[in-house]
């Protein structure tokens, strides 16, 4: 069966959360903490075993290559065993660890969605500042080691925006306020492309909220175990935490006329139902449209000019 009669792999790596699943989805299939775990027992064992051993260095370094997992397993396994060393390939927004990167791409494919990667094309999902250096590391990755038909890579705010509409034509063109948990930007989008030298970057993200409560918490007095105290504080954040939907009715009485006098500006605002994977929606929905296969580079293209074509990507046109 052609990989084009199947559907696309759609994987949104976040800071803090990955989700992952297939085009024509509306929920994604995972939801995942985008944090590897690696035994380095074995590493320190490859380093302290004898050179003349090399059977046992050879040993040590594959189990090392082996152990490793990912998500809430990795957080489970650094809190149980001093052994396991956790690594976030992801900061601001930005891929900083290419071999974790790597490592955490394979656990989605083969232990989560469970597919076979040389049968689905897939669209992954960068920040809007990212380096087109990085398109090629991650083309070459999806290429090289897991052989994929096919590969589109979609800038975040461009599908959010996507997931806001439910129509065939719909005008692809708005301003995106995209806060995640290691970086915030403030996207506009004309047209499907981004304004790149209008991007506003607000060095204000959901971890700094998470640490603030965690601050918080401390000088309370509030004992946490210190291995739990970050995805307590998570869970605290994420079950309370809300936005003011009236700012000046929550200011104080004598404040309210002067805060009224300002002109308002009428705004359309397009609030996605499920705002937490509204990114991933909108690469299901731009992936189920037979147009999708047409804009990917394909295995036969990266062969031909290398891995230079991940660069750039074409709009989708076809959508408004």
Known sequence: MDASSRPAVVIDNGTGYT????????????II????????????????????????QHTAGVMADLDYCIGEEALSRSRASTAYNLSYPIHHGQVENWDAMERF??????NYLRCDPEDHYFLLTESPLTAPENREYAGEIMFETFNIPGLYIAVQPV????AGYTTNKCEMTGVVVDVGDGATHVVPVADGYVIGNSI?????????????IQKLLKERGEF???EDSFEVVRKIKET????CSDIVKSSPIDTRRALYK??????NVANHPIQRYAVWFGGSVLASTAEFYGACHTKAEYEEYGASICRTNPVFKGMY
């Not at 300002?262 to 705004?267: C, G, T, W």
């Open 262 to 267: 300002s002109q308002p500006i009428e705004v």
């Open 240 to 243: 309370n935490c809300y936005t």
């Open 159 to 162: 599908l959010a925006l996507a």
């Open 200 to 212: 506003k970057s607000i060095p204000i993200t959901g971890k700094d909220v998470t640490c603030f």
């Open 224 to 226: 946490i175990p210190p």
């Open 33 to 56: 903490p985008t944090v590897v775990a690696v035994n380095e027992s074995f590493s320190h064992q490859t380093k302290s075993t004898n050179k003349g051993n090399w059977l046992a």
């Open 105 to 110: 791409w394979q656990q989605c494919i083969f």
């Open 19 to 30: 989700k992952m699943g297939f085009a024509g989805n509306v929920e994604p299939c995972f």
